[in-house]
Antibody
């Protein structure tokens, strides 16, 4: 069955770079897109960006300058890298896979705290 | 970027009541709209896609409608398990954008 699991450091210092991995199973990255969505504590959802089946990427306009999404299809992994982190980047980060356009399958999420 | 204005921010309902949430897009999104339910500590769950199509396994008391810029989501006969936050998402245009969410509480 389709599964996604996020992993990465729970704590990142301000101004540092966040690196997260989404490990997927039950589907191929060359046939499906994966998006990243984040949610600050007690707040709403924010679509961050996606890597499409062909390998191209799209990003949230507000994060574009700091964000990079890539993948390793042989390892069924998608990577998120975001630099210049600030406290406002404290959030739960989810990776998702779309079905019929809309993000359908979601990982459990990983909490990232930006603090010194 | 397309802005999604979701209302109301919160809603209080009695069991068995029907509730409606609305999302307005800043431009036509051609039915590229989904609705999600999120319970505390859980990942969002897709309920409706393409504005009105019910995701497999989702109870029929959930429904979506709309076109152009204006969309609505309804829950008929609210049950206690429906207490959650609900979000709309437009995926017609990149970047995708979410509404701010609606928190449904029991009256």
């Amino acid at each position: 069955q389709v599964q996604l699991k996020e992993s990465g450091p729970g704590l990142v210092q301000p101004s540092q770079t966040l690196s997260l991995t989404c490990t997927v199973s039950g589907f191929s990255l060359t046939s499906n897109s994966v998006s990243w969505v984040r949610q600050p504590p007690g707040k709403g959802l924010e679509w961050m960006g996606a890597i499409w089946s062909g390998g191209s990427t799209d990003y949230n306009s507000a994060l574009k300058s700091r964000l990079s999404i890539s993948r390793d299809t042989s390892k069924s992994q998608v990577f998120l890298k975001m630099n210049s982190l600030q406290t406002e980047d404290t959030a739960i980060y989810f990776c998702t896979r779309s079905k019929l356009g809309a993000p359908h399958y979601w990982g459990q999420g990983v909490m990232v705290t930006v603090s010194s | 970027d397309i802005q999604m204005t979701q209302s109301p921010p919160s809603l209080s309902a009695s069991l068995g009541e029907t509730v409606t949430i609305e999302c307005r897009a800043s431009e036509d999104i051609y039915n590229g709209l989904a609705w999600y339910q999120q319970k505390p500590g859980k990942s969002p769950q897709l309920l409706i896609y393409d504005a009105s199509s019910l995701q497999d396994g989702v109870p029929s008391r959930f429904s979506g409608s709309g076109s152009g810029r204006d969309y609505s989501f309804s829950i008929s006969n609210v049950e206690s398990e429906d207490i959650a936050s609900y979000y709309c998402l437009q995926y017609d245009n990149l970047p995708y954008t979410f509404g701010a969410g609606t928190k449904l509480e029991l009256k």
